[in-house]
T-cell receptor, first 116, second 115 residues
Framework: GAVVSQHPSRVICKSGTSVKIECRSLDFQATTMFWYRQFPKQSLMLMATSNEGSKATYEQGVEKDKFLINHASLTLSTLTVTSAHPEDSSFYIC????????????FGPGTRLTVL | KNQVEQSPQSLIILEGKNCTLQ??????????LRWYKQDTGRGPVSLTI?????NTKSNGRYTATLDADTKQSSLHITASQLSDSASYIC??????????????FGTGTRLKVLA
């Protein structure tokens, strides 16, 4: 149980285009989802926290207009990187936390974004 | 400031040997201490979770310890295997009434097991 999927697993795009990454909780309802980015040989850095049906809360230094987060249902959150640039190339990981009693974040497998 | 530090930064051992990874945290108030394994290009996978009142937790060949007084934790890997090659991340979760449930991540220890 408690499986989180991400799609796509890898994406390569041209500079200036937008890319959407999906995060799904497959067997539980996720009231809260988290989006992280990870640079090589570094740990995960929290970008934003989203609760179903409300606006995401972004960490300091993360541009909300550049990284659009939508958490429209209890099983799906999306991260859209708008007008991507090479410096946005990174490993993006989502995690999901369920209803009260699920005292843990379950992580997705990650999405490797490469912007040319 | 809430912070988690891990050592060593990287470690190379021979297959079959044991190793211990260290984690120091300055997270207050403290709720849980977790260890994750992250394979290259994959998301983190939970190994152990301990509350402040627990001293040790095992998961197969992985044994985690926690000293809440000194704010230190360790992860001991017994009889290492090639598949243990990965990054091991220590994560402290602050106790919170605001419901944000944010994790404080360590920088990780990169373990390589050689045949």
């Amino acid at each position: 149980g408690a499986v989180v999927s991400q799609h796509p697993s890898r994406v390569i795009c041209k500079s200036g285009t937008s890319v959407k990454i999906e995060c799904r909780s497959l067997d539980f309802q996720a009231t809260t989802m988290f989006w992280y980015r990870q640079f090589p040989k570094q740990s995960l850095m929290l970008m934003a926290t989203s609760n179903e049906g409300s606006k995401a809360t972004y960490e300091q230094g993360v541009e909300k207009d550049k990284f659009l987060i939508n958490h429209a249902s209890l099983t799906l959150s999306t991260l859209t990187v708008t007008s991507a640039h090479p410096e946005d190339s990174s490993f993006y990981i989502c995690s999901a936390r369920g209803l009260a009693g699920m005292n843990e974040q379950f992580f997705g497998p990650g999405t490797r974004l490469t912007v040319l | 400031k809430n912070q988690v530090e891990q050592s060593p930064q990287s470690l190379i051992i021979l297959e079959g040997k044991n190793c211990t990874l260290q984690c120091n945290y300055t997270v207050s108030p403290f709720s849980n201490l977790r260890w994750y394994k992250q394979d290259t290009g994959r998301g983190p996978v939970s190994l152990t979770i301990m509350t402040f009142s627990e001293n040790t937790k095992s998961n197969g060949r992985y044994t985690a310890t926690l000293d809440a007084d000194t704010k230190q934790s360790s992860l001991h890997i017994t009889a290492s295997q090639l598949s243990d090659s990965a990054s091991y991340i220590c994560v402290a979760e602050p106790s919170t009434t605001s419901g944000t449930y944010k994790y404080i991540f360590g920088t990780g220890t990169r373990l390589k097991v050689l045949a």
